[in-house]
């Protein structure tokens, strides 16, 4: 059950994605409508698979009231579940729906990922991972990732706007995407507010890994990863902030940032030693 | 009952003729329609066109041609071949296309559509408007609203100003937090300017060669004038620049732009060179964060966006007849006194 509804899910996450893209360049609002809609369905089928998958993970016994993320296939779906229930927050309240196309692909992406290569079977807890701080540090850091993939879309709608302007033969699709000044300030303000939770997320890593292992940070490759990208982000920021840098390079410094994301999240699965618990990859 | 039009337009009547009507009080006009025996009457009187519908009695035997004799009496002199004349279901057609801006000098225009409300507003109140001419033109209204949505006819900019604000509004959002600067004080930039000011721009300054001028420009558009000299600092603090000075060679380089751009942290800036010869030197362009948009770019997008409407025109017309015949249907059913209704859907058979 668990897997139909992620699967029909999915189905609805790309028929958005679809819509959203036809929406580049046929006005039609009615599209933009329907993929608020059909998002909203996606959104609903997927929380439910996430309860069927709750319930499945919580039958083993030491599993219980801890959330299932220790698999690769259970963060990827939290993940885009997250990006989606995020853009679905965002595009209902400011109808922007141009910007679907740049946000959406990155659920579909996730959890289509999810269903084709990640192992959807749950598994016990290992016992250093049977603490409350499972259902904290894991999703702080993926919310902050949904924001970051949310950040990205903008910052990518920016460049798209930028040379849609430079190159002086401006289309429909110009006059639909939001100002680059206005892409700009959204990219920041995303990422203004998505930075304290990596951050806090990171610190939690640091608190939880002092009660289990007795230190707060080993430099195994997810940690450094994750540094990183707060390192990166944090650049942007202070670009931006202090010295009141913006446009295509500030944009450029943020998806650096957003590949170490990415980085952190997938390739580093392949490298860590401590975080290799996400089971089932690829 | 007979609906009958005379009308003229700016495609049929050279201008002295509609200027000689456009003096006219329509209360008046009206006035002076319904003692000559026309039941019910709309003017619609703008600088483009000068129409009347009117009303007249089957048996009266009066025809549009009457009707232009009217229009012939009130102009005080002969209109011949300027005013075309039509009847029916000629009539309702030809106002449909109106309302839609089909018929209008830039095709899809949407003032049209107020015009012709206002137009209607003005017979009621006159009391000159009965039951045909309030369904008439109510629908008239309705099908103009209805072309615009379901067409693109009205999409897109129709002139070099329009597009230059649309621009700028697409590389800073809201022009209220923009400061123009104005070089030169040609009409042109006037234009610019006071189009910027009507969107809400921030502030706008003159920088001319000429200090009296320049100030006289400055003062028309509630603006500021700037000292010659002093023209490349304050390319630092505007956001959109127009310049339109005479200079035979070009007077804003890309040092001076790159210099003006160090203290601008990375907010755009938008020239427009509408000067001929031009003021901005290409190579500005090339510059990160620099836009600049010269009198034939602007123009090409203009000449697009009309070419654009123009290739909405058949859906439109379609629309258009569909709904003048249903009309029309309308009409002959009250004329034969049983009555049938019109549709008021918004996906009927055409969508």
Not at chain 2, 68 to 91: K, T, V
Not at chain 2, 199 to 210: D, G, L
């Amino acid at each position: 059950m668990e897997l139909i509804l992620a699967k029909a899910a999915f189905a609805f996450y790309a028929a958005a994605m679809a819509l959203a893209f036809l929406y580049l360049f046929y006005k039609n609002d009615a599209w933009s409508l329907w993929m608020l809609r059909l998002m909203g369905v996606g959104v609903l089928l997927q929380s439910a698979s996430f309860g069927f998958r709750l319930h499945s993970f919580w039958l083993i016994p030491e599993n219980r009231y801890f959330l299932p993320i220790n698999s690769f296939f259970g963060a990827l779906a939290y993940l885009s579940l997250a990006v989606a229930a995020v853009f679905y927050f965002v595009e209902g309240r400011h109808r922007l729906g141009i910007l679907g196309a740049f946000v959406l692909p990155w659920p579909v992406i996730g959890l289509g990922s999810a269903l084709i290569w990640a192992d959807p079977k749950t598994s016990g807890l290992v016992p250093a991972l049977q603490s409350y701080w499972i259902n904290i540090h894991p999703m702080v850091l993926m919310t902050s990732y949904a924001a970051f993939g949310n950040a990205f879309g903008v910052g990518l709608a920016l460049l798209v706007q930028e040379h849609q302007i430079k190159s002086r033969k401006p289309s429909e699709l110009c006059y639909r995407l939001p100002s680059i000044e206005e892409l700009d300030d959204l990219n920041y303000h995303i990422i203004a507010a998505a930075w304290p939770v990596l951050t806090v997320g990171i610190i939690m890593g640091g608190v939880w890994a002092y009660n289990a292992w007795g230190r707060f940070w080993g430099w195994d490759p997810k940690e450094t990863w994750a540094l990183i990208t707060a390192l990166i982000y944090a650049g942007y920021l202070h670009m931006r902030y202090v010295g009141r840098l913006r446009g295509k390079k500030a944009i450029y410094v943020s998806m650096v940032g957003f590949a170490s994301v990415v980085f952190t999240f997938l390739g580093v699965n392949f490298l860590s030693g401590l975080h290799a618990y996400l089971s089932g990859g690829a | 009952m007979n609906l009958l039009l005379a009308g003229l337009n700016h495609k049929t009547a050279p201008l002295p003729l509609r200027e000689r009507l456009a003096v006219l009080d329509p209360g008046k006009t009206l006035h002076r329609l319904r003692s000559e025996g026309f039941s019910e009457g709309v003017l619609i009187a703008t600088c483009n066109r000068f129409e009347l519908y009117a009303l007249a009695p089957k048996n009266s035997g009066r025809g549009a041609e009457d009707l232009a004799g009217f229009l012939e009496r009130e102009a005080g002199s002969p209109i011949g071949s300027a005013a075309y004349r039509m009847e029916n279901g000629d009539a309702v057609r030809h106002l449909f296309e109106v309302a839609s801006g089909l018929d209008s000098l830039v095709v899809g225009e949407t003032d049209i559509l107020g015009q012709v409300k206002d137009s209607y507003a003005l017979a009621k109140e006159a009391g000159m408007t009965g039951k045909v001419s309030n369904v008439l033109f109510q629908r008239s209204i309705f099908v103009g609203k209805r072309v615009r949505t379901e067409t693109a006819i009205s999409v897109g900019p129709t002139s070099v100003a329009s597009v230059a604000v649309d621009l700028a509004s697409r590389i800073f959002g809201n022009l209220s937090d923009c400061a123009v600067l104005i070089l030169g004080a040609g009409s042109m930039a006037q234009t610019l300017a006071r189009t910027l000011r009507s969107r809400s721009a921030k502030e706008i300054a003159v920088a001319n060669r000429n200090g009296e001028r320049g100030r006289e420009l400055a003062s028309e558009c509630a603006g500021k004038a700037v000292p010659w000299e002093e023209f490349p600092k304050a390319l630092a603090i505007a956001d959109i620049v127009i310049a339109s000075t005479s200079s035979p060679t070009p007077i804003v380089d890309s040092e001076t732009v790159g210099r003006a751009m160090k203290s601008r942290m990375g907010r755009s800036l938008f020239l427009i060179d509408i000067a001929m010869p031009r003021n901005v030197d290409e190579g500005v362009h090339g510059l990160d964060h620099v836009y600049l948009y010269r009198m034939e770019d602007l123009e090409t997008i203009v000449a697009e966006s009309l070419k654009n409407r123009e290739g909405e025109l058949q859906r439109a017309s379609r629309i258009v007849h569909e709904k003048a015949s249903e009309f029309s249907r309308w009409l002959d059913s009250v004329m034969e006194g049983r009555e049938i209704s019109l549709t008021h859907s918004e996906h009927g058979e055409i969508s």
